[in-house]
């Protein structure tokens, strides 16, 4: 064997042992590498798992927030709006995208802005909580009043603030509607004392004035007769004087005609019982209509006589248009008795007619107004128009009239509550229609029809 053989097995032993480090080497980073893998596999596993659990969380959070019936606002300290819940989107009208970066201030009524920026300043001062309310502009143009609460939120070393925003309207308008309820009974029960008074007083007066009536139409026929007796007493005065007969009797007599005016008391006495007599009358004819009117208003249709209860309702309001308007009334007599419930119906004809007199007061008094109610018998229904010569109504009013509570009118003559009822009365108690037909400046006319059967 020669030198240059040994020298050959030395270098293949050394690159041999070098080939064996190196495929321990290689099989220990591969070992590393499937471990390293593993931990990564896990490392990602348990990554999806927490982004998962982090949707679900923000899935859970969001669907808390939009089943919160009250609008809820996060804003920055410049008040500019970075998110907001389902409700706040259906109470402003304005899709979510549409909100975002917009001040929250933009949506309070002007004149509340100041407040509104004082209860962000006292929240954000970590001052006690407060609610206050405020109107919100909506995108009809329209404001919703709305009670606020603002609390604070920290957030990457930022601070934030939460708006509760709730909408009150429907809680302000039962609490309207509550207190106007309350409002009607009590004027329902002052109306039915008032009622009961004046139909007991109605009552009483109406004997007296049965008698008086009677009296006063027996002095009548007394006085024609006495007057028929002193003619012919005078005859025999005028005798006695012409054959001289009796003379000191003709001068007393005669003293006693000119210390009496005796021609005055023969013309004025039947003149004033005349008159005492169409006093009476007329005050019976009141006190009758009082009585009717007075009279406890049964729930039940019943046959009614239209015309006459519109006559009774014309003297029962006279003076609410005695100085104001001529009445006329252009009745017709085929009309007949219609099923009605009495007390409503005199309620709808006072209703229209005082609001007829107060439309022709508004207008002004230069001259005398008109008031006109027509009744017709139609087919099946009656009709009955009352019109006026008053002020007439613009489109805004019209819209509105039979709103309750819908007034143009100034505390104290005006509820709104009159054509409210005369609705109810007319449709829903009675089946029928009731129009309006107006001009302002020229008058209105109310055209109500009521079944027949
Ligand atoms: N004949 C009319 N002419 C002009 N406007 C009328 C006439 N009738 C009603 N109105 C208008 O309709 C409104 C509502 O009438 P409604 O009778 O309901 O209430 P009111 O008369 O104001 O008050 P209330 O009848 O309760 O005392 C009135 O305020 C008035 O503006
Ligand atoms: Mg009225």
Redesign the pocket.
Known sequence: MCVCDDDKDRKIATLRKRLSREVRAREQAEQLLESKALELFQVNQNLLGSIQKAKNRSARVNAIMNSIKDSVVATNQKMEILDVNKSCVGMWGIPYAGLMGRSVLEFVENRQIADYEALCLSASADEQDEIKEFNFRTLDGGFVPAEVKISTFQHDDERFLLHLIRNVSNKKRLQKEREAMQEELANAAKWEAVGQLAGGIAHEINTPAQYIGDNLHFLSECNEEILEILNKALELKKACEQNGQYLDYVQEIDRLIEAYDLEYLCEEVPQALKQSAQGIAQVSHIVRAMKNFSHPGTEEKKPFDINAAIDTTLTVSRNEWKNIATVVTDFDEHVGLVPCIPGGMNQVFL??I???A???D?KGHETMGEIRIVTRKLADQVEIV?S?T????PPE??K??????????EVG??????????NDIIVQKHKGTIK?A?KEGK??S?IIRIPCK
Not at 390 to 393: L, Q, S, T
Not at 400 to 407: G, K, S
Not at 413 to 421: E, K, M, P, S, V
């Open positions: 209703n229209i005082v609001n007829a107060h439309a022709i508004v009352i006026d008053g002020c007439g109504m009013v019209v509105n009239i039979f709103n309750p509570f819908f007034t143009t009118k003559r005006g509820t709104g509550q009159g054509l409210a009822i005369v309006v107006t008058g209105t109310f």
